[in-house]
């Protein structure tokens, strides 16, 4: 290996290795729930280390000419560090980036014209960040193979209730809708009369007070969709749960007792923010393929119509009951970083003009809904609050015990179309996200039992500042600001 590394045959082949091995590690240390399959393995092995190897060789060769004999030391040097930086860039952004790759240039032409006699140094330097890497990526890797699925075991049997009732059910999920209730004070101190009168005047019943259990969507999605709490895992971000996606998308409590009662489920997503980890389709169709999804990136960006393929599913399988699971990505909440905040103000404003165009989209998708299923269970759920109040978002890891922050996190608008207008006396048990299909499940199953297994109804938050690190309850069973360290 040493006789390898002197020798100037092979350089090329330790700059192209070294280029590529920390930033997949860096990768997979940040982003592992993202990840987590072979088929990222295989396409960071071929991207950052195989297609460097060929580029860097043939450059190599090439640059071996004698009418190129002037140059060839710049070569490697030059590769090296801006396939490095340019990798270290794809890593931590998304996108192209054109003056971010011009800074990389510049930075690698200095380099190269100063410093290319000490490649070799540099080169040892990357492979022992890399070897660091490894060291970092291993608890993640092990936290995922140890992981539990103890907590989605539910108390009684109602994975396998029977529906006595099968009326289509509809589940629209606007991210980060607060209740009416906290938008008429608070930070929100806002009208949508309007809104809530329409959904009134269509048969809603309109849920005060409602609020998610978690702060962000998967992790809340998480708990609503098993009706299980999980405590974030005991993870160290409010913003994942281990296996996430793959529970919600895969399968999960609540999908595959719809499946077992013959219903036809549909997943309808205006961004393939659920599927960027790329995992295994649980429901029969959907408006998005993971052919939508790339290997990296945010599953963000632009939002497609989901009228057109609303329309197609409702016309399809006219005999059979049907799921929606629909993904609306509007008001959603304030800027995530400090670096990209405009402040609380200009935060408000920017997540109100959010809000009246969601609400513009849910009058469209519930008159659609109703105009060709008057009987539908159509379930208007947000996942979150906005967090307006905040300056960014990531200020929820700060201890804080100010009402109206707290519920601007954890407040979230529920409106439920009941078949024939009829809403169950049950419907008084639902008053977080976590325990809203088990009530649902009551009643298309007629089994009030399965409400003697109703979860807490605790909001709960991961705190890393101004407090001793862990997950704490921030609202209790009551609605009542606690604060109390799980």
Request: charged residues 20%; aromatic residues 16%; glycine residues 6%.
């Given at each position: 290996m040493r006789t390898l590394f002197t020798s100037e045959k092979y350089l090329f082949l330790f700059a192209a290795i070294a280029a590529g091995a920390y930033p997949i590690f860096f990768y997979f240390t940040n982003n592992y729930s993202l990840v987590n399959t072979w088929g990222h393995v295989a396409y960071f092995a071929i991207m950052f280390i195989c297609v460097p190897l060929v580029i860097f060789f043939v450059l190599d060769r090439v640059s071996r000419l004698k009418t190129l004999d002037k140059v060839r030391k710049y070569v490697l040097p030059f590769l090296n560090i801006f396939v490095f930086l340019f990798l270290l860039k794809v890593c931590l952004y998304a996108g192209l980036q054109k003056k971010l790759i011009v800074l990389i240039f510049v930075?690698?032409?200095?380099?190269?014209?100063?410093?290319?006699?000490?490649?070799?140094?540099?080169?040892?330097?990357?492979?022992?960040?890399?070897?660091?890497?490894?060291?970092?990526?291993?608890?993640?890797?092990?936290?995922?193979?140890?992981?539990?699925?103890?907590?989605?075991?539910?108390?009684?049997?109602?994975?396998?209730?029977?529906?006595?009732?099968?009326?289509?059910?509809?589940?629209?999920?606007?991210?980060?809708?607060?209740?009416?209730?906290?938008?008429?004070?608070?930070?929100?101190?806002?009208?949508?009369?309007?809104?809530?009168?329409f959904l009134l005047d269509n048969s809603f019943v309109n849920y005060p007070e409602f609020r998610s259990n978690y702060a962000s969507t998967l992790?809340?999605?998480?708990?609503?969709?098993?009706?299980?709490?999980?405590?974030?895992?005991?993870?160290?971000?409010?913003?994942?749960?281990?296996?996430?996606?793959?529970?919600?998308?895969?399968?999960?409590?609540?999908?595959?007792?719809?499946?077992?009662?013959?219903?036809?489920?549909?997943?309808?997503?205006?961004?393939?923010?659920?599927?960027?980890?790329?995992?295994?389709?649980?429901?029969?169709?959907?408006?998005?393929?993971?052919?939508?999804?790339?290997?990296?990136?945010?599953?963000?960006?632009?939002?497609?119509?989901?009228?057109?393929?609303?329309?197609?599913?409702?016309?399809?399988?006219?005999?059979?009951?049907?799921?929606?699971?629909?993904?609306?990505?509007?008001?959603?909440?304030?800027?995530?970083?400090?670096?990209?905040?405009?402040?609380?103000?200009?935060?408000?404003?920017?997540?109100?003009?959010?809000?009246?165009?969601?609400?513009?989209?849910?009058?469209?998708?519930?008159?659609?809904?109703?105009?060709?299923?008057p009987n539908a269970l159509i379930i208007i759920l947000a996942d979150h609050g906005g967090f307006v109040g905040m300056e960014y978002s990531r200020q929820i890891y700060s201890k804080t015990q100010d009402r109206d922050r707290i519920f601007s996190i954890f407040s979230s608008q529920l409106s439920i179309h009941w078949p024939n207008g009829d809403a169950p006396e049950t419907d008084q048990y639902i008053g977080t996200a976590v325990n809203l299909f088990r009530v649902l499940f009551s009643y298309l199953s007629e089994n009030t039992a399965y409400l003697e297994n109703l979860q807490d109804n605790g909001s709960y938050v991961v705190l890393k500042n101004d407090a001793p690190e862990g997950i704490y309850q921030y609202i209790n069973d009551e609605g009542e600001i606690v604060f109390i360290k799980q």
């Amino acid at each position: 290996m040493r006789t390898l590394f002197t020798s100037e045959k092979y350089l090329f082949l330790f700059a192209a290795i070294a280029a590529g091995a920390y930033p997949i590690f860096f990768y997979f240390t940040n982003n592992y729930s993202l990840v987590n399959t072979w088929g990222h393995v295989a396409y960071f092995a071929i991207m950052f280390i195989c297609v460097p190897l060929v580029i860097f060789f043939v450059l190599d060769r090439v640059s071996r000419l004698k009418t190129l004999d002037k140059v060839r030391k710049y070569v490697l040097p030059f590769l090296n560090i801006f396939v490095f930086l340019f990798l270290l860039k794809v890593c931590l952004y998304a996108g192209l980036q054109k003056k971010l790759i011009v800074l990389i240039f510049v930075i690698s032409v200095v380099f190269t014209f100063f410093l290319h006699k000490y490649l070799r140094k540099v080169i040892v330097l990357q492979l022992i960040l890399a070897v660091i890497g490894v060291f970092s990526v291993i608890p993640k890797v092990y936290g995922q193979l140890n992981y539990s699925n103890e907590w989605m075991r539910q108390p009684d049997d109602i994975e396998n209730a029977v529906f006595v009732k099968k009326p289509n059910v509809y589940v629209i999920q606007p991210d980060g809708f607060v209740n009416f209730t906290e938008l008429k004070k608070g930070y929100y101190n806002y009208d949508i009369s309007e809104f809530e009168n329409f959904l009134l005047d269509n048969s809603f019943v309109n849920y005060p007070e409602f609020r998610s259990n978690y702060a962000s969507t998967l992790a809340s999605n998480s708990a609503t969709f098993m009706m299980k709490h999980h405590y974030y895992n005991g993870g160290r971000s409010y913003s994942e749960a281990i296996n996430a996606r793959n529970l919600l998308i895969s399968g999960n409590a609540v999908l595959d007792l719809f499946k077992k009662n013959g219903y036809i489920t549909h997943f309808l997503a205006q961004k393939p923010y659920l599927l960027l980890n790329r995992p295994e389709m649980g429901y029969h169709k959907s408006n998005l393929s993971l052919d939508d999804v790339g290997y990296i990136g945010t599953g963000l960006g632009p939002q497609r119509d989901l009228m057109p393929h609303l329309k197609q599913f409702m016309e399809e399988d006219p005999d059979e009951p049907k799921f929606f699971f629909m993904e609306i990505f509007n008001p959603g909440h304030i800027q995530n970083r400090s670096a990209n905040s405009r402040g609380i103000e200009v935060e408000r404003k920017k997540w109100l003009e959010s809000l009246d165009y969601a609400c513009e989209q849910l009058v469209d998708y519930v008159t659609q809904i109703k105009a060709n299923d008057p009987n539908a269970l159509i379930i208007i759920l947000a996942d979150h609050g906005g967090f307006v109040g905040m300056e960014y978002s990531r200020q929820i890891y700060s201890k804080t015990q100010d009402r109206d922050r707290i519920f601007s996190i954890f407040s979230s608008q529920l409106s439920i179309h009941w078949p024939n207008g009829d809403a169950p006396e049950t419907d008084q048990y639902i008053g977080t996200a976590v325990n809203l299909f088990r009530v649902l499940f009551s009643y298309l199953s007629e089994n009030t039992a399965y409400l003697e297994n109703l979860q807490d109804n605790g909001s709960y938050v991961v705190l890393k500042n101004d407090a001793p690190e862990g997950i704490y309850q921030y609202i209790n069973d009551e609605g009542e600001i606690v604060f109390i360290k799980q």
